[in-house]
C-alpha cells in the first residue's frame, strides 16, 4: 500500500485487518516513515501482529510528499522506497491509495508514472469515498480514473468510514496473499 501521507492508508490497513491498532492512524500526517510488513489473517484466524518477516503480507510504505520531516529520513524515502518496488520479487501489487475527494495529486501521477515506466504491477484505490456525496459519486468515479489514465472500473473506490467498497477490496487483497 502507498499513497501520499493522510491519504487514509494506515485507515485502510487496520480495517482490511480488522484491528484497530496495526497501522497507526496518525493525527499528524507523515508519520509512517519506515516500511511496515503485516501479515493478513484469514477469516477464523487470531488477529494478525505486525511482523518482521512476511511471505505472503500487506505493506505499508511511508507516506510520499510530506515535508516536515527530517531532511536526512526526507532523502532516505526516494532511494527507500525505490528499491523497495524495483527489487522485491515477491511484490505481487501495489496499491497505490488516492484522495478520492480530492482526486490524484500531482505526486500520486508521479508514482503511477514511474510504476508504469518499470511495468510494475499496480492498481489504484480511491480512499474517503464517504466524503463524496452519492449523487456525485459517478461523477466522480469517471474523473478519478481519467486523470489516472484508466477505466472507472479499475479504479477501487472504499470508505473505511462507511465500510464501502472495503469487502471487494479485501477481496483481492486475499486473492493475491493466496495467489501471489
Ligand atoms: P495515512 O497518513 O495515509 O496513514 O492516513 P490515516 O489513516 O492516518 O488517515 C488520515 C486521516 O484521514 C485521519 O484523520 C483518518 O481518520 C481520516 N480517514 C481515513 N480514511 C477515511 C475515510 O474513509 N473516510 C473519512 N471520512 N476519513 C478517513
Given at each position: 500500500m502507498v499513497g501520499r501521507s493522510n491519504v487514509g492508508k494506515s485507515s485502510l490497513i487496520n480495517k482490511l485487518a480488522s484491528r484497530k491498532g496495526l497501522a497507526q492512524v496518525s493525527k499528524t500526517p507523515g508519520r509512517t516513515r519506515v516500511i511496515n510488513l503485516f501479515s493478513l489473517a484469514k477469516p477464523g484466524d487470531e488477529p494478525v501482529t505486525p511482523m518482521s518477516i512476511v511471505e505472503h503480507g500487506v505493506v505499508d510504505l511511508p507516506g510520499y510528499g510530506y515535508a516536515a520531516v527530517s531532511k536526512k529520513e526526507k532523502s532516505g524515502w526516494p532511494a527507500m522506497i525505490e528499491s523497495y518496488l524495483m527489487k522485491?520479487?515477491?511484490?505481487s501489487m501495489l496499491f497505490v491509495l488516492v484522495d478520492?475527494?480530492?482526486?490524484?495529486?500531482k505526486l500520486d501521477l508521479q508514482m503511477l508514472d514511474w510504476l508504469r515506466h518499470h511495468e510494475r504491477p499496480h492498481m489504484v484505490v480511491a480512499t474517503k469515498?464517504?466524503?463524496?456525496r452519492p449523487s456525485k459519486l459517478p461523477g466522480r468515479r469517471r474523473d478519478v480514473s481519467r486523470a489516472c489514465y484508466l477505466d472507472p472500473d479499475d479504479v477501487f473506490w472504499v470508505s473505511v468510514t462507511s465500510d464501502l467498497g472495503v469487502d471487494a477490496l479485501r477481496r483481492a487483497v486475499r486473492a493475491l496473499l493466496i495467489h501471489g
Open positions: 522485491r520479487e515477491s511484490l478520492g475527494e480530492i482526486g490524484p495529486t469515498a464517504d466524503k463524496v
